[in-house]
């Protein structure tokens, strides 16, 4: 096969010709010892664009939320979180491993958990019991299928949140699918929370990197926790460079990747062995069930693959992700071979 058309995931997004520009020519200096130009500028902006006071330009959305549990909590403490969230599933152990904090999972309605549930999961410390310190939230919700977390049920956490004086992590990796997919601004989201991680190489095309946004000190001392896990970048300009036309002019075309995922769930759910309710497709990520007398879900992927289309298996069945590096004629295909496999 010559070619592929690539489902596999919003990360497989290559950078574009502006941004390879962008990096040879970068002004860059030394980030650890504060002197890079074209960090700082990304930093400046991450942090204007979610209305927080200061940023941090870190490797991966994992470390970002590892660094704000880490910096948000204390050993022997206890966060909240929603039970198919990425923090907790997918980001191979870190709250455990670095923080050394226990996770309590709720179960929520496509990532929107019940504000009373949180409430009532609240612990006062005792010898028994540890102290409830963060409550980490998701939007969009990946394992959910990319569903956009309302606002109203955002702010009834933040109200739980604060009446115990309890901080907000809002991992953000896709807050600007968010904010495309509802037009609410990624300020407004952002202001539910204390902290925030959005991710540039998630749709947004940039080949490295996240920010990690928040209060000054509590950035100040992420930059010491980002030391302390290997993530101190040098001349990591170049990379920064990229980033900042992923936040000047990659977001909006986001629009364009949901527009692609809705027309691909409309057609697949169609069919006798997908189980999907093309209405839960609000951006760019399309889960669906797979069940069919003779062909496996394993089976149906190396089908695909053999026709050009490359897809995840997830715990929820298949997982496929309209990007920048598929346009419409990849969404006809792989609908094409779907017919053709499940015909």
């Not at 299928?145 to 907000?168: F, Q, T, W, Y």
């Not at 909006?252 to 409309?266: F, N, P, S, T």
């Not at 169609?270 to 069930?289: N, S, Y």
């Amino acid at each position: 096969m010559d070619k592929f058309s690539d489902f596999r995931s919003d990360t497989v997004t290559k950078p574009t010709a502006e941004m390879r520009k962008a990096m040879a020519e970068a002004e860059v200096g030394d980030d650890v010892l504060g002197d890079d130009p074209t960090v700082n500028k990304l930093e400046e902006l991450a942090a204007a664009v979610t209305g927080k006071e200061a940023a941090l330009f870190v490797p991966s959305g994992t470390m970002g939320n590892s660094i704000a549990v880490k910096c948000w909590t204390q050993e022997l403490d206890e966060v909240i979180i929603e039970a198919r969230s990425h923090i907790y599933n997918m980001e191979s152990t870190h709250m455990t491993f670095i923080s050394r904090v226990t996770p309590r999972p709720l179960a929520s309605k496509r990532g929107a958990m019940d504000p009373e549930e949180i409430e009532k999961n609240i612990k006062i410390p005792s010898v028994h019991l540890p102290r409830t310190s963060l409550i980490c939230v998701e939007n969009t919700h990946n394992n959910w299928g990319g569903a956009v977390v309302p606002l109203a049920n955002l702010k009834a956490v933040k109200k739980v949140a604060d009446r115990h004086e309890i901080k907000i992590h809002f991992d953000g990796a896709r807050i600007f699918n968010a904010s495309i997919a509802s037009g609410i601004p990624v300020k407004e989201y952002a202001a539910v929370a204390d902290s925030l991680m959005f991710c540039l190489s998630k749709g947004l095309a940039a080949p490295v990197g996240s920010m990690l946004v928040g209060p000054g000190d509590f950035i100040n001392y992420g930059r010491r926790v980002r030391k302390a896990l290997g993530g101190g970048m040098r001349q990591a300009g170049i990379l920064a460079a990229a980033g900042i036309i992923a936040i000047t002019k990659m977001a909006d075309r986001l629009k364009e990747d949901h527009i692609k995922a809705k027309r691909l769930a409309k057609s697949i759910s169609e069919l006798q062995a997908v189980k999907l309710d093309p209405d839960d497709v609000e951006t760019d990520i399309v889960i669906f069930g797979f069940k069919h007398p003779e062909i496996s879900v394993s089976d149906f992927l190396d089908r695909l693959k053999s026709k050009g289309i490359l897809a995840l298996t997830v715990p929820q069945g298949i997982r496929m992700v309209t990007n920048k590096e598929v346009d419409d004629c990849d969404v006809e295909r792989a609908i094409a071979a779907f017919q053709e496999i499940l015909s």
